[in-house]
Structures are given as structure tokens and as C-alpha cells.
């Protein structure tokens, strides 16, 4: 069995699954109430967090697939992108555990994990495909030509991520944090076409998501509580259109532009019902798998060259990708 361990940004997780993709156990603990008061993660406070819970929750992972640490053959960490406060604690905890039984080490990127979660079974999707990751901290189309080399981008955001514009509009409609989720449930109740929130068409395949927020906000500014309580469900309806316009029409776009016959999309924001509906060809990754889990991280663990005992002791994380 592989170990998943992902500590990247805010959910504390531990997976076991088998080579052969199948998740024996995925334990995924949020941290989103303790950041609510904050409006957002903050990242020592993550890492504090990750360090009490890192051992616990893997050993929830454990019991819930009736295995032991001797039961487990390779460890597969995210190492980066994220926090590095966070993904310290989670790295620390990988090679700790492979250390102590001789095990190899996988390291993770964690953008890698979001499209590995396409991977697992019991519905894996085999490679060539077109690839939207949208997530919290980023909005990418991945041209993924095999499950293990680094996926050619075509196109990624230059300003706000994809769930950044979510979580910043649902703080302006004083949803509170994490906001896409929320945006999501409220936006059932309210009218698209009630406002009119353009997203900026930037040149090629990129994205740009921070005039959106900015005409959310003036949308919203100088109006009376009850003038935004009678709004509420049409702001969030028809912002949540806006960003899933942008992000289906550059997703199409992207697609004929490379003749990708099929697309995938992955990450928190693939969780969105709108944009779910609005590609009903595509490949999504199964609900649980779209926010931040360790059962993606050890899917990709499984296409990354291991680092054999004790190579792995110096191992590092990275804030960010170079
Ligand atoms: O992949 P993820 O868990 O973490 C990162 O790697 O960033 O993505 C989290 C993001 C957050 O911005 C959250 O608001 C967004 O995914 N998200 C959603 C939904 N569920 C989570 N955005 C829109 N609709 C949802 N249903
Ligand atoms: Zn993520």
C-alpha cells in the first residue's frame, strides 16, 4: 500500500491506497473553521494545526483500512507548492515515518496530485487529455500527454486564482471563509442574468479573475443591508456565472486549439456545481477528490521516481514554483 500525506495549505490528510489506484482510506481534516475568524488560512496557524493533527489523522487513515505501518511500501508527501510552514510538517512526517521502516519517498507536487486524482479508481482516466485545474491557488489548462512527466501549461491566471475570486467575492457578500462552497449553495436561489459582472478577456489562454471581484465590489459598496439581504442570491448566482463562463469558454477554446479529444478538470473549484453542469462531456474528478486530499497525492506518488533510504533526509519543501 501507498501512504498520502498532504499538509499543503489548510486540510491536514492521510491516504492509503493500492497501486493499482483503489482508495483503502481517506481521511481529510479541514481546518477551515479554526481560519473562518480570519477570513482566511493563516499560514503559521495552519502549521501549528498540522503538527497536532498530522500524527492523529494518519492514524485514523491506518484504522480505517484495518492496515499497519508495516503494511505500507512507499510514502508519497506534497512538498510544494503551498505553505511552507505547512508543508513542512507534512514532509517532516513522511520522512520520519520512511525513515523508521526503510521505506522509499515520494515527493509530491501538489498540482500533479490534483490532476493524479483523475488516477484512481474505480473510473481512471488514461492520458492524452486536456486538463482545467482550478483550485484556490491557481487556475491552469494542463495539455497531460502521460500520467508522469510535468504537463505542458497552456494557459494559467494572471492575477486571482479561480477559487481565490470565489472566496474574495463570498468575504464581499459576507459568506465568510472558505466562500466557494458557500457561493455555490447560494447562487441555486438566486438569478444569473440579474447582474452583469464581466470577466476581463485577457490575450492566448490566460485568465484574469481580479476585475470580477472588483465589479462585485462596487456592486455591493454603499448599499443598505437590506437592499444586499434582497440581493444576496442574485450577486452570488450571477457572479458564480461570470467566473464558470470565463473558465468553460478558455477551456473550450484551449481544446480546439490543441485538438484535445478529451477534458478533464480537477481542483476545489471542479467541486462547483455550475461548472460541473456547464461541461458535461468533461472527465470531473469525483467530489471528494476535487478540494485538497491525500488519496491525489498518493495516486501521483505512484508516477514519481522514489528517493531510496535515507536520500531523502535532506529533502525540501517549496513555497512556490520556479
Ligand atoms: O484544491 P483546493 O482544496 O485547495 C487548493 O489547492 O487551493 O481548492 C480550494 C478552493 C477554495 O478557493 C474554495 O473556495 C474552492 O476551491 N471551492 C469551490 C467549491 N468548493 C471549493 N469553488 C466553487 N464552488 C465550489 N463548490
Ligand atoms: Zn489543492
Wanted: charged share 20%; proline share 5%; aromatic share 6%.
Amino acid at each position: 500500500m501507498i501512504l498520502g500525506l498532504e499538509t499543503s495549505c489548510d486540510e491536514t490528510a492521510a491516504a492509503l491506497i493500492t497501486r493499482d489506484g483503489a482508495i483503502v482510506a481517506n481521511v481529510v481534516s479541514s481546518q477551515a473553521d479554526l481560519h473562518a475568524r480570519y477570513g482566511g488560512v493563516v499560514p503559521e496557524v495552519a502549521a501549528r494545526r498540522h503538527l497536532e493533527l498530522v500524527t492523529p489523522v494518519i492514524r485514523e487513515a491506518l484504522g480505517e483500512a484495518k492496515a499497519e505501518l508495516g503494511d505500507v511500501e512507499l510514502v508519497g508527501v506534497t512538498t510544494g507548492p503551498g505553505l511552507i510552514g505547512a508543508l513542512l510538517v507534512g514532509v517532516a512526517a513522511a520522512k520520519a515515518i520512511a525513515w523508521a521502516r526503510r521505506l522509499p519517498l515520494a515527493a509530491v507536487d501538489h498540482l500533479h496530485g490534483h490532476v493524479a486524482s483523475l488516477y484512481l479508481e474505480p473510473d481512471p482516466l488514461e492520458p492524452p487529455f486536456l486538463c482545467l485545474l482550478a483550485s484556490g491557488g491557481h487556475t491552469m489548462l494542463l495539455d497531460v500527454q502521460d500520467r508522469g512527466s510535468k504537463p505542458h501549461v497552456l494557459g494559467t491566471t494572471i492575477d486571482d486564482a479561480a477559487g481565490e475570486a470565489f472566496d474574495k467575492g463570498a468575504r464581499l457578500l459576507g459568506l465568510g471563509y472558505p466562500g466557494g462552497a458557500r457561493i455555490d449553495r447560494l447562487a441555486r436561489d438566486g438569478d444569473p442574468g440579474a447582474f452583469d459582472f464581466p470577466v476581463a478577456r485577457v490575450p492566448g489562454l490566460d485568465f484574469s479573475f481580479s476585475g470580477v471581484k472588483t465589479a462585485l465590489l462596487y456592486a455591493v459598496r454603499d448599499k443598505s443591508d437590506a437592499w444586499l439581504e434582497a440581493a444576496h442570491a442574485d450577486l452570488a448566482a450571477s457572479y458564480q456565472r461570470a467566473i464558470v463562463r470565463a473558465l468553460v469558454e478558455r477551456t473550450q477554446q484551449a481544446a480546439e486549439q490543441i485538438g484535445a479529444s478529451r477534458v478533464a478538470v480537477v481542483g476545489g473549484v471542479a467541486a462547483n456545481s455550475e461548472l460541473r453542469a456547464s461541461l458535461p462531456d468533461a472527465a470531473l474528478a469525483p467530489l471528494a477528490l476535487c478540494t485538497d486530499n491525500a488519496a491525489m497525492i498518493a495516486s501521483a506518488a505512484r508516477y514519481v521516481e522514489p528517493v531510496s533510504y535515507p536520500g531523502y533526509l535532506g529533502l525540501d519543501a517549496y513555497a512556490s514554483t520556479a
